[in-house]
């Protein structure tokens, strides 16, 4: 297995290009509960450029009927990062301080459920992120309303030989 680094600038590019539009090549998934968490694996997909196609616990998209449940549901995505040891991106939870552009920021209740995954794209002078569902480019992190929160490193990606 060979290990990838992340592009971040590739991701933060995707990111701004997309964050207003839709990429044709993907559904648009707003009106099946968000499209977050889809726009933010097409960045990750664009800085690393793997996928991972184990079926159900993977993390891909072929067609709206064949994608992992990581591609677009937030836990799941998280979950996916933060343990995968196979093929395709990994990553961390860590804190705010330790952000880069190109990492993953999600938003949660109180209760526990996580329900957004903005794409961040600049940490300073004040962190800056993309968004699908309520699209924003650029917005600043403190616009947002959340009770929890939780920032996802890329340490890069791993491919078969």
């Known amino acids: 297995m060979f290990f990838l680094p992340y592009d971040r600038a590739k991701a933060v590019r995707y990111a ?19 499209d977050c968490t889809n726009f933010a694996s097409q ?7 793997v996928m991972n ?9 072929r067609s ?4 992992a449940p990581a591609w677009t549901d937030v836990d799941f995505l998280f979950d996916f990062l933060t343990n995968n040891k196979g093929v395709g991106p990994f ?17 949660g209740k109180q209760s526990g459920d996580f329900y957004h995954s903005p794409v961040i794209t600049e ?11 309520r699209d924003r ?9 959340y009770e929890r ?10 491919r078969d030989g």
């Open 16 to 34: 701004r290009k997309w964050a207003l539009y839709r990429n044709p090549a993907y559904y648009d998934f707003e009106l099946l509960g968000g």
């Open 43 to 49: 960045c990750i997909f664009a800085g690393c450029g």
């Open 53 to 61: 196609l184990t079926p159900t616990f993977g993390w891909y998209y």
């Open 64 to 67: 709206s009927y064949d994608r």
């Open 91 to 107: 990553g961390r939870e860590i804190g705010s301080r330790d952000i880069l552009p190109g990492d993953i920021v999600q938003f």
């Open 123 to 133: 940490t300073h002078p004040e962190i800056l992120v993309c968004a699908h569902s």
């Open 137 to 145: 480019l650029d917005a600043p992190l403190s616009s947002y309303l």
């Open 149 to 158: 929160v939780r920032f996802i490193r890329i340490d890069g990606a791993r």
